[in-house]
């Protein structure tokens, strides 16, 4: 599925979290107002210290949240590098999100609206109402899929204590080493802290 899409149309409302020129972490709920093969767009006012916070860092991350509990929830969590482009698509986004003009309802007000796009990055997709749950990772505009969570190695002597702590039942033990299913997994970390041969590895 094509995530960032998803968080767009489905969520739309998302944290965004920057930091400031201490290098201290400061979020805001921000919209995700459209979303291509290029990466996310999104606007702010020039006058807001969240836009000297995206030019100064050229860097956010996000996580945007749908469902009407805990275990009925999709989340969608993204990373990456930021660039103001402008005025150019803003008539795109004002269009697709009408309800700005009730916020800046005159051209002169709309003078201080400027686009950014969220151009590189990778994201992780995190589904709480399936069984078991279900996750995937995701990048976009050229980023380097990095790899993630707990992975068995071959010093697995097949003895399923890891298996005994799994609050997902996801690790397979078909096979020597066993292979723990990564869309499943919580990244709990219990199977590495029961493994009595360190057969479990954390990667990132």
């Not at 400061?26 to 290029?38: L, S, W």
């Not at 275990?71 to 969608?76: H, I």
């Not at 051209?107 to 590189?120: G, P």
Request: with cysteine; proline share 4%; aromatic share 8%.
């Amino acid at each position: 599925m094509n995530y960032l899409e998803y968080l767009v149309n489905e969520i739309h409302s998302t944290i965004v979290a920057t930091v400031d020129e201490n290098g201290l972490p400061v979020t805001c709920a921000v919209d995700m107002m459209d979303a291509d093969e290029n990466g996310l767009y999104f606007l702010t006012a020039k006058g807001k210290s969240f836009y000297k916070r995206l030019v100064q860092s050229g860097y956010l991350s996000l996580t945007a949240l749908k469902g009407e509990s805990t275990m009925t929830s999709v989340a969608v969590s993204v990373r990456g590098k930021v660039k103001e482009i402008g005025s150019e698509r803003l008539p795109v986004l004002l269009e697709k999100n009408p309800y700005m003009l009730e916020i800046y309802p005159t051209e002169e007000s709309r003078q201080a609206l400027t686009v950014f796009q969220l151009y590189e990055g990778e994201g992780e997709w995190f589904d709480l109402s399936k069984k078991p749950i279900e996750r995937a990772s995701f990048t976009f505009g050229g980023a380097e899929q990095t790899q993630e969570g707990y992975f068995i190695n071959d010093n697995c002597i097949g003895c399923q204590t890891c298996g005994t702590v799994c609050p997902q039942s996801c690790i397979d033990f078909s096979n020597i080493p066993a292979v723990i299913s990564q869309s499943n997994c919580l990244h709990c970390g219990n199977c590495q802290s029961v493994c009595p041969v360190g057969a479990v590895v954390k990667k990132n």
